[in-house]
Protein backbone atom coordinates (compact mmCIF):
# COMPACT_ATOMS: atom_id res chain seq x y z
CA UNK A 1 0.00 0.00 0.00
CA UNK A 2 2.72 2.30 0.17
CA UNK A 3 2.76 3.59 -3.66
CA UNK A 4 -0.60 4.13 -3.19
CA UNK A 5 0.26 6.59 -0.54
CA UNK A 6 2.67 7.92 -2.37
CA UNK A 7 0.14 8.38 -5.05
CA UNK A 8 -2.36 9.78 -3.84
CA UNK A 9 -0.04 12.96 -2.68
CA UNK A 10 0.77 13.77 -5.55
CA UNK A 11 -1.59 16.27 -7.00
CA UNK A 12 -1.59 17.56 -10.77
CA UNK A 13 -1.06 21.41 -12.10
CA UNK A 14 -3.62 23.18 -13.02
CA UNK A 15 -4.10 24.04 -16.70
CA UNK A 16 -5.25 27.28 -18.12
CA UNK A 17 -7.29 27.15 -21.02
CA UNK A 18 -9.01 30.23 -23.06
CA UNK A 19 -12.59 30.45 -22.70
CA UNK A 20 -14.38 29.35 -25.05
CA UNK A 21 -18.01 29.51 -24.63
CA UNK A 22 -19.95 32.54 -23.99
CA UNK A 23 -24.21 33.22 -24.47
CA UNK A 24 -26.50 36.05 -24.22
CA UNK A 25 -29.90 35.51 -23.33
CA UNK A 26 -33.11 37.60 -23.83
CA UNK A 27 -36.68 36.18 -22.18
CA UNK A 28 -39.94 36.97 -21.51
CA UNK A 29 -42.97 35.31 -19.94
CA UNK A 30 -46.08 36.27 -20.75
CA UNK A 31 -49.02 35.02 -19.28
CA UNK A 32 -52.91 35.80 -18.34
CA UNK A 33 -54.42 34.57 -15.81
CA UNK A 34 -57.67 36.36 -16.24
CA UNK A 35 -58.66 34.40 -19.34
CA UNK A 36 -56.66 31.14 -19.39
CA UNK A 37 -55.04 29.55 -16.24
CA UNK A 38 -52.83 27.48 -18.76
CA UNK A 39 -52.07 29.97 -21.13
CA UNK A 40 -48.69 31.17 -19.96
CA UNK A 41 -45.65 30.67 -22.09
CA UNK A 42 -42.19 31.61 -21.76
CA UNK A 43 -39.49 32.82 -24.34
CA UNK A 44 -36.09 32.46 -24.55
CA UNK A 45 -33.54 33.75 -27.01
CA UNK A 46 -29.68 32.52 -26.66
CA UNK A 47 -26.76 33.37 -28.31
CA UNK A 48 -24.29 31.13 -28.10
CA UNK A 49 -20.63 31.47 -29.15
CA UNK A 50 -18.07 28.20 -28.94
CA UNK A 51 -14.70 27.61 -29.99
CA UNK A 52 -15.97 26.37 -33.73
CA UNK A 53 -19.58 27.90 -33.89
CA UNK A 54 -21.95 30.56 -33.39
CA UNK A 55 -25.27 29.76 -33.04
CA UNK A 56 -28.85 31.42 -32.48
CA UNK A 57 -31.85 29.31 -30.78
CA UNK A 58 -35.00 30.39 -30.34
CA UNK A 59 -37.29 28.61 -27.80
CA UNK A 60 -40.66 29.01 -26.69
CA UNK A 61 -42.60 26.62 -24.30
CA UNK A 62 -45.86 26.35 -22.02
CA UNK A 63 -44.84 26.94 -18.61
CA UNK A 64 -48.19 24.52 -16.66
CA UNK A 65 -47.82 21.96 -19.57
CA UNK A 66 -44.05 21.94 -19.85
CA UNK A 67 -44.10 21.32 -23.09
CA UNK A 68 -41.78 23.05 -25.80
CA UNK A 69 -44.52 24.72 -28.31
CA UNK A 70 -41.15 26.27 -30.50
CA UNK A 71 -37.27 25.53 -31.03
CA UNK A 72 -35.46 26.60 -34.08
CA UNK A 73 -31.65 27.05 -34.52
CA UNK A 74 -29.72 29.57 -36.61
CA UNK A 75 -26.05 28.97 -37.38
CA UNK A 76 -22.87 30.49 -38.26
CA UNK A 77 -19.35 29.96 -38.70
CA UNK A 78 -17.52 31.96 -36.75
CA UNK A 79 -16.20 34.55 -39.78
CA UNK A 80 -19.61 35.70 -39.71
CA UNK A 81 -20.17 37.16 -35.96
CA UNK A 82 -21.11 40.45 -36.82
CA UNK A 83 -23.86 38.83 -39.03
CA UNK A 84 -25.00 36.71 -36.37
CA UNK A 85 -25.06 39.81 -33.58
CA UNK A 86 -27.07 41.67 -35.64
CA UNK A 87 -29.29 38.94 -36.59
CA UNK A 88 -29.69 38.41 -32.57
CA UNK A 89 -30.42 41.99 -31.89
CA UNK A 90 -33.04 41.89 -34.94
CA UNK A 91 -34.47 39.19 -33.31
CA UNK A 92 -34.49 40.43 -29.67
CA UNK A 93 -35.98 43.68 -30.71
CA UNK A 94 -38.61 42.06 -33.13
CA UNK A 95 -39.54 39.18 -29.92
CA UNK A 96 -39.74 42.39 -27.65
CA UNK A 97 -42.33 43.88 -30.30
CA UNK A 98 -44.27 40.76 -30.12
CA UNK A 99 -44.66 40.26 -26.73
CA UNK A 100 -45.82 44.18 -26.42
CA UNK A 101 -48.41 43.44 -28.74
CA UNK A 102 -49.49 40.51 -27.55
CA UNK A 103 -49.53 42.02 -23.85
CA UNK A 104 -50.54 46.14 -24.04
CA UNK A 105 -51.14 46.09 -28.02
CA UNK A 106 -53.53 45.10 -30.66
CA UNK A 107 -53.39 40.85 -30.12
CA UNK A 108 -54.48 41.75 -26.37
CA UNK A 109 -57.19 39.54 -26.89
CA UNK A 110 -55.86 36.76 -28.52
CA UNK A 111 -54.93 33.43 -27.34
CA UNK A 112 -51.36 33.78 -26.34
CA UNK A 113 -50.71 30.64 -27.92
CA UNK A 114 -50.28 32.52 -30.89
CA UNK A 115 -46.72 33.96 -29.87
CA UNK A 116 -44.48 31.43 -31.02
CA UNK A 117 -46.14 31.50 -34.87
CA UNK A 118 -45.57 35.35 -34.86
CA UNK A 119 -42.04 34.57 -33.85
CA UNK A 120 -41.48 31.95 -36.16
CA UNK A 121 -42.48 34.62 -39.19
CA UNK A 122 -40.84 37.04 -38.06
CA UNK A 123 -37.86 36.16 -37.05
CA UNK A 124 -37.47 33.79 -40.17
CA UNK A 125 -37.74 36.98 -42.08
CA UNK A 126 -34.71 38.32 -40.57
CA UNK A 127 -32.51 35.54 -41.42
CA UNK A 128 -33.50 32.44 -43.62
CA UNK A 129 -30.29 31.39 -44.90
CA UNK A 130 -28.14 30.77 -41.68
CA UNK A 131 -31.19 28.34 -40.23
CA UNK A 132 -30.44 25.21 -39.29
CA UNK A 133 -30.67 22.15 -41.65
CA UNK A 134 -32.71 18.66 -41.27
CA UNK A 135 -31.96 16.18 -43.20
CA UNK A 136 -35.52 16.29 -44.38
CA UNK A 137 -35.21 17.68 -48.16
CA UNK A 138 -39.13 18.77 -48.53
CA UNK A 139 -38.61 20.40 -44.76
CA UNK A 140 -35.65 22.56 -45.73
CA UNK A 141 -37.34 23.25 -48.61
CA UNK A 142 -40.73 24.60 -46.49
CA UNK A 143 -38.31 26.26 -43.99
CA UNK A 144 -36.66 28.37 -46.83
CA UNK A 145 -39.51 29.06 -49.56
CA UNK A 146 -42.91 28.73 -47.15
CA UNK A 147 -44.60 31.98 -45.96
CA UNK A 148 -46.08 30.91 -42.96
CA UNK A 149 -49.26 32.57 -41.73
CA UNK A 150 -49.03 34.02 -38.28
CA UNK A 151 -52.80 33.80 -37.34
CA UNK A 152 -54.37 30.28 -37.14
CA UNK A 153 -57.90 32.04 -37.07
CA UNK A 154 -57.33 33.31 -40.64
CA UNK A 155 -55.78 29.67 -42.03
CA UNK A 156 -58.23 27.02 -39.65
CA UNK A 157 -60.30 27.26 -43.34
CA UNK A 158 -57.64 27.17 -45.52
CA UNK A 159 -57.69 31.28 -45.92
CA UNK A 160 -61.60 31.28 -45.79
CA UNK A 161 -62.44 32.12 -42.37
CA UNK A 162 -66.58 32.75 -42.21
CA UNK A 163 -67.05 36.47 -42.26
CA UNK A 164 -70.81 35.79 -41.82
CA UNK A 165 -73.01 34.33 -38.65
CA UNK A 166 -72.91 30.86 -38.81
CA UNK A 167 -75.92 28.73 -38.07
CA UNK A 168 -75.85 26.01 -35.22
CA UNK A 169 -77.22 22.95 -34.89
Not at 39 to 53: R, V, Y
Not at 92 to 99: A, F, H, R, T, V
Request: glycine share 4%.
Amino acid sequence: MNWYASLKTQTPGLVKTAQTFSQERWEADVGDYQRWVVDTFSCALFLTKTANMITISLNVWNWHNSTMMFQDFWKYSLKDESKSRTSYQKMKKSGQDIIREYTDGAMYQSPNCMIFAAMRKAFWNIDRENLAKTNIPHINYARQKADYEEDWRSSIYGNRYPTGATSGF
